[in-house]
DNA sequence: AAAAAAC
C-alpha cells in the first residue's frame, strides 16, 4: 500500500484499495497513474486482468472529484457486460468519496436510465449506441467532459464503433485528457490516436506478459457428437470452481446449456439474442457462484472478470487466435492459476496450431478421459457433496445417496461421516469434521480401472498449480 | 461466417 500512497493518491481511494484486497500496483498502474494525474492522454496496450480498470480508475476518480455536478468522465466499452463491470469497480474504488459511476447501455429501460441520471454521476460507463441515443435526447451532455477512456478500442472498431466514437470524441472540449486502451493497434486505432489524442504516454505491456502465465493450457480432440459427454465427464473429474463453456453460436450454446442443466448441472447460458435483464440476471448469478458454469458466446470473451472462474472449456474452437486469448483470459486472473481446454475435431487441428504459433504458446495435447476416469470423478464429487452437507448439517436430501454410498466406500473416516449423518436428528448439532478426508472410494461392481491404464488428464489443484487427478 | 451493438 505504501506503493500506491506514493503514486500520490489521496487517502479516501487508498482505504478503498486496501479494503478491495490491492497490494501493490500493477505495472501498467505503476506507470500509468502518475502519468494520468499529470493530465497526460495515454496510449495502453494491456488487456483486462493487468490492474487497467484501477490503473484509469483511479486518476479518473481523483480528477473528478474536485468538480462536482455534471458527467465529466466518459468510459466507452464495446460490450453492455463490461460497461457494468467497469462501473462496478469504479463504484468500488470511489466508494469513499461522492464520486459515482453509472452504467448506461441498451437494452435497459431508457426512462430508468433518465431518471438515474438526474442524480447526476460524475462518470458514465457506456456503450457507445446508447450513449448517442442520450446525447441525441439531451438527456447526456457532454460539454463539462474532462476525461475519455475508451477501452477494448480494437474490439469497439471490429464491431464498428469507430464513427460514434469520433463523433462522441468531437462533442468533448479539446482540452479533455483521453486515454486509449487496446489489445492491438491496428492502422485504423492508430489514426484515431493521432487524430484525437495529444502527445500521449506509451505504456505497452510485452507481448509475453499479455498471454497468461498461469493458465495451463490444453486441446483434446474429439468428434462433435462426444463433445458434450465429454465435457459432462470432465466437469465431474475437474470439478471447477467457476467455469466458462465457449460455443461458436447463440443457437449451440442454447443447446449446451439446456443439456447440462437437464443433466443437473448449475449451468446458465449467455449470448446477445436473450434479453438485457436476462444476461444481467445470469452473469449476477454466475459472479455470486449461485450458477457455477456459464455457457457463453463471445459476449463473454472479452474483459469479463470474475473471481473463481478455474476452467475455461473452449467447446468449439474459436474463430481466430485473439478470441482463443480473450477467452482463456478469463481464467487464470489475478494471480489465481486457471485450466483452458480446448475441444478440436481433426479437421480443426491445423487452425489449432495457428493459434499456437500466433499466441507463440504450447497447447498441449490431453486424452480423452475414460469412463472410469468419469465414475472416480463422479464418485469423488459425490462424496464431498456429502460431507459438505453433513458439515452444514442438512441431511434429508442426500440420505438415499448415502446409503447407497455406504456400501462402496472403502475409507474408514468416510463410512463413519455418512453413519453419523445418517444417525443425527436433522435438527441436532451438525457434524464438524476435521480429519483429511480420503477422497478414493471403490468404483461400481468392482470395475476398477486396470492398473495399467492411462492416467493422464490433470486436474487443477489452486493449492500448488500441479497436476494430477 | 459468427458474434457484438440503439430504438
Redesign the pocket.
Known amino acids: 500500500m505504501q506503493k500506491f500512497k506514493a503514486l500520490g493518491i489521496s487517502n479516501e481511494i487508498i482505504r478503498a484499495l486496501n479494503e478491495m484486497g490491492f497490494e501493490e500496483p500493477t505495472p501498467i498502474q505503476l506507470e500509468g497513474i502518475p502519468v494520468l494525474l499529470e493530465g497526460k492522454d495515454l496510449i495502453g496496450q494491456a488487456q483486462t486482468g493487468t490492474g487497467k480498470t484501477a490503473a484509469f480508475g483511479i486518476p479518473l476518480i481523483e480528477k473528478v472529484k474536485k468538480h462536482p455536478g455534471m458527467v465529466q468522465g466518459i468510459v466507452l466499452t464495446?460490450?453492455?457486460e463490461l460497461a457494468i463491470q467497469v462501473a462496478e469497480e469504479l463504484n468500488r474504488i470511489g466508494q469513499f468519496t461522492e464520486i459515482h459511476a453509472l452504467p448506461i447501455?441498451?437494452?435497459q429501460d431508457?426512462q430508468r436510465q433518465i431518471k438515474a441520471l438526474k442524480r447526476h454521476p460524475q462518470i458514465i460507463v457506456a456503450?457507445?449506441?446508447?450513449l448517442?441515443?442520450h446525447m441525441r435526447r439531451g438527456t447526456i451532455k457532454l460539454q463539462d467532459t474532462q476525461m475519455v477512456v475508451l477501452d477494448e478500442a480494437d474490439e469497439m472498431l471490429?464491431?464498428?464503433f469507430i464513427e460514434d466514437i469520433e463523433q462522441i470524441l468531437s462533442t468533448t472540449s479539446d482540452e479533455r485528457q483521453t486515454l486509449l486502451f487496446s489489445a492491438t493497434m491496428p492502422r485504423p486505432i492508430q489514426n484515431l490516436a493521432q487524430r484525437f489524442l495529444h502527445d500521449p504516454a506509451l505504456i505497452k505491456i510485452k507481448a509475453k506478459e499479455i498471454t497468461i502465465p498461469l493458465v495451463e493450457q490444453h486441446y483434446m480432440e474429439i468428434n462433435d457428437r462426444q463433445k458434450f459427454d465429454v465435457l459432462c465427464r470432465l466437469l465431474d473429474i475437474q470439478s471447477p470452481e467457476l467455469s466458462i463453456v465457449f460455443g461458436?453460436?447463440?443457437?449451440r450454446v442454447d443447446e449446451v446449456s439446456e443439456a447440462l442443466k437437464k443433466r443437473g448441472y448449475s449451468a446458465e447460458g449467455i449470448?446477445?439474442?436473450l434479453t438485457q435483464s436476462k444476461r444481467d440476471a445470469v452473469l449476477r448469478q454466475f459472479r455470486e457462484g449461485i450458477v457455477d458454469i456459464l455457457v457463453a458466446?463471445?459476449?463473454a470473451a472479452r474483459g469479463l472478470d470474475v473471481s473463481g472462474v478455474t476452467h475455461v472449456y473452449n467447446f468449439d474452437l474459436p474463430?481466430d487466435p485473439e478470441s482463443y486469448v480473450h477467452r482463456i483470459g478469463r481464467t487464470g486472473r489475478a494471480g489465481q492459476p486457471g485450466l483452458a481446454l480446448t475441444f478440436v475435431i481433426s479437421r480443426e487441428l491445423e487452425h489449432l496450431h495457428s493459434i499456437e504459433q500466433t499466441t507463440k504458446r504450447k497447447i498441449l495435447r490431453m486424452p480423452v478421459p475414460t469412463m472410469a476416469d468419469a465414475v472416480e470423478g463422479q464418485q469423488r464429487l459425490t462424496v464431498e457433496k456429502l460431507l459438505n452437507q453433513v458439515e452444514e448439517g442438512n441431511y434429508d436430501h442426500y440420505k438415499g445417496r448415502a446409503e447407497e454410498l455406504l456400501t462402496e466406500m472403502d475409507s474408514v473416516s468416510l463410512l463413519a461421516a455418512a453413519l453419523k449423518m445418517l444417525t443425527k436428528e436433522s435438527h441436532s448439532t451438525p457434524v464438524k469434521i476435521t480429519e483429511e478426508l480420503p477422497v478414493r472410494v471403490r468404483t461400481y461392481g468392482g470395475n476398477r480401472r486396470p492398473s495399467n491404464a492411462k492416467k493422464v488428464v490433470p486436474k487443477i489443484t489452486p493449492r500448488n498449480n500441479s497436476w494430477k487427478y
Do not use: A, F, L
Open positions: 464495446p460490450t453492455r447501455y441498451g437494452g431508457i456503450t457507445p449506441g446508447r448517442m441515443d471490429n464491431m464498428g461458436r453460436t447463440k443457437r449470448h446477445g439474442d458466446t463471445d459476449v474463430q
